[in-house]
């Protein structure tokens, strides 16, 4: 499959360059003045190509809780509605909230995410095929140091990794958190990670040379996010987390450690040695009153990969990562009392590329050789004028900007229409999966 993108406002690594852009299979083949005959030809006319958006951090199975469990701290939020309720979930109601997520980030101009999900994944495997979406997708042990437990997730969770189709859908390993797990399911786990290779297309190992080396499956874990959790860590095992989880050699480059917002500046050290990456949740972390503010400049100084994600829909209560991007700004400059903090190019390097980077995919920028995954963006009334398009795309546009979506080279939004999911009746059933669910 071939897509050109006429006369577009291209966003390269390099700047906004203005033409056209080409691609070819799965990977952008040309930015600039291209005469390429393509299968797609869509006019870009007065619109912005920008690379797709990444949310490093979320859960589409409770996209249908959106709502549900309002003002309370988390512990309360987890223990005495979003547990219990999940517990009620068949796989088809998961399958239903992840149509809805992909709807969702369609519209918002997300391309890739990452998945926690503590549930049989199978059923957002088949969502996200069917919407066309790329994703690392894992379903998370949480044992609560009970042994019976972990023995049963030990014995059903590996056979989840032989779900996606090792391109643009994979596999991912998972842990809920350091205070929920025993240290054994935590090594394991780790280890299983490790241990299982990419199952990468031929295509891609060619192109790739950074895949034509083994690599292990990504690892994701909820880290640091309550003060409380820091606490309980360091009473049982006598360090902080991610001194904690270094130490058991947990903590690398092909972690995923979401929230952070309680690090000492020794775990930030640490954290940048290790080139841990790092996915901050900023409007989740504030809507749950974790107080803590993860210190990503300083992360990112130190040289850990800092991406952003949205959480769940249950805690956000949306998945739109410009809206991330802005509030993940916001925070930093209103902490640290420095307005010229975290410049607005560097948000959108972690909502992009560095987010591609943690899910293991060599996309997040608009370059040739990069894989296709490409957003169009019309010039509203909130994005003249134009005195900085990179501050605009961050401080002022949202998903009502966002026209067309191509991922892995495939037109999957174009004028505003999803083409590969029934939006209507995506909603519809998300809608009679949420009532079901209470009535159970
Ligand atoms: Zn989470």
Known sequence: MSVLIKNATVLTPRGAVHGDLFTEANTIAAIGRCRERAEHVIDGTGKIAMPGLVNAHTH????????????????????????PIEAKQ??????????LAFCEMLRSGTTAFAEMCLFDTKGIFTAAKQAGMRGIISRCFLDFEDPGRMKQQLREIPGSLEYGDGATLRPSVAAHAPYTCSEEILIRSKELARKRPYACSEEIILKSKELAQKKGLKYQIHVSETRQEVFDVMKKRGKYPYEYLDSIGV????????????????????????????????????KLATGGIAQITE????????????????????LDMFQTMKVAALLQKHHYWQADILPCRKVLDFATVNGAKALGFDAGALEPGKLADVVLLERGPNM????????????????QNVTDVIIDGRPVMLGREILTLDEKAVMEEADRSAADILRR
Do not use: Q
Request: charged fraction near 20%; glycine fraction near 10%; include cysteine.
């Open 60 to 83: 589409v199975a409770m996209n249908i809780f959106r709502g549900y469990g309002e003002d309370l701290p988390l512990t309360r939020w987890l223990e005495e509605k979003i547990w």
């Open 251 to 286: 903590m690398d480059k092909d972690s995923l450690f979401a929230h952070g917002g309680w690090l000492t500046k020794r775990e930030i050290l640490l954290g940048g040695k290790r080139g841990v990456s790092m996915a901050h949740c900023p409007v989740s972390s504030m």
């Open 299 to 318: 992360l990112d100084a130190a040289g850990a990969n800092v991406c952003l994600g949205t959480d769940g829909s249950a805690s956000n209560n949306s």
């Open 384 to 399: 003249h004028p134009e005195h900085d398009l990179i501050s605009n795309i961050v401080y002022a546009a949202g998903p």
């Open 90 to 99: 068949k796989p088809s109601d998961i399958a239903a909230s992840a149509r």
